[in-house]
């Protein structure tokens, strides 16, 4: 079974700052990585996927993360971030040999973005 | 892009009576679907899955005679929650995808809020 966990439940950070949401995974074999964003009472927005390549992954709205194996991590970053950036992010994995699996989510993470 | 309708957004309905929620593909065809349960502030948990023309399996502890799910077309799932208490509200999210768009092609649909009264 694969497991997800975003370390950090909320992250406030101001206006024009960066930010990196952390996320790690646990899993018996190799897994797809994704990132989406929720906004209140929204469904879930692709931010970016990793499916094999290239380590690092650019996505929509200026975010990027980086697959490390090693240390099984899929961290979400922003050089820059807006107050419009304000909303649930969650980190998922779906196993590799068989992609049509289900997503398996992490807990979430709240980034609040102060001007 | 992809794009998936669900419906209704909100819906209130009173303790006891059954509530339908629909999500259509609009423009791909929906070999799995996926529906999720989520609580306030809370991540989201697969409730089942669905393959077209087939019966939906289950996760653990999600009782299959209160939430029934039909995906007779490659377009159309329904999740009908039956007998509804105020213990069933939540935000419900369908998630479809289409096998020939290879690995990774979720797309989700917007949200339903339930309220059970």
């Known amino acids: 079974a694969q497991s997800v966990t975003q370390l950090d439940s909320q992250v406030p950070v101001f206006e024009e700052a960066p930010v990196e949401l952390r996320c790690n995974y646990s899993?018996?074999?190799?897994?797809?990585l994704f990132w989406y964003v929720q906004y209140p009472n929204q469904g879930l927005q692709l931010l970016l996927k990793y499916l094999s390549g290239s380590t690092l992954v650019k996505g929509i709205n200026g975010f990027e993360a980086e697959f490390n194996k090693s240390q099984t991590s899929f961290h979400l970053r922003k050089p820059s971030v807006h107050i419009s950036d304000t909303a649930e992010y969650f980190c998922a994995v779906t196993r590799l040999d068989n992609a049509g699996n289900m997503l398996t989510f992490g807990g979430g993470t709240r980034l609040m973005v102060k001007p | 892009g992809a794009v998936v309708s669900q419906h209704p957004s909100r819906v209130i309905c009173k303790s006891g009576t059954s509530v339908k929620i629909e999500c259509r593909s609009l423009?791909?065809?929906?070999?799995?679907m996926f529906w999720y349960r989520q609580f306030p502030k809370q991540s989201l948990m697969l409730m089942a899955t669905?393959?077209?023309?087939?019966?939906?399996?289950?996760e653990q502890g999600v009782e299959k005679d209160k939430f029934l799910i039909n995906h007779a077309s490659l377009t159309l799932s329904t999740l009908t929650v039956t007998s509804a208490h105020p213990e069933d509200s939540s935000f419900y999210i369908c998630?479809?995808?289409?096998?020939?768009?290879?690995?990774?092609?979720?797309?989700f649909g917007s949200g339903t809020r339930l309220t059970v009264v």
């Open positions: 423009d791909f065809q929906a070999t799995t």
């Open positions: 669905s393959n077209e023309g087939s019966k939906a399996t289950y």
């Open positions: 998630s479809a995808r289409d096998s020939s768009r290879g690995p990774g092609g979720y797309t």
């Open positions: 899993s018996s074999v190799s897994v797809y």
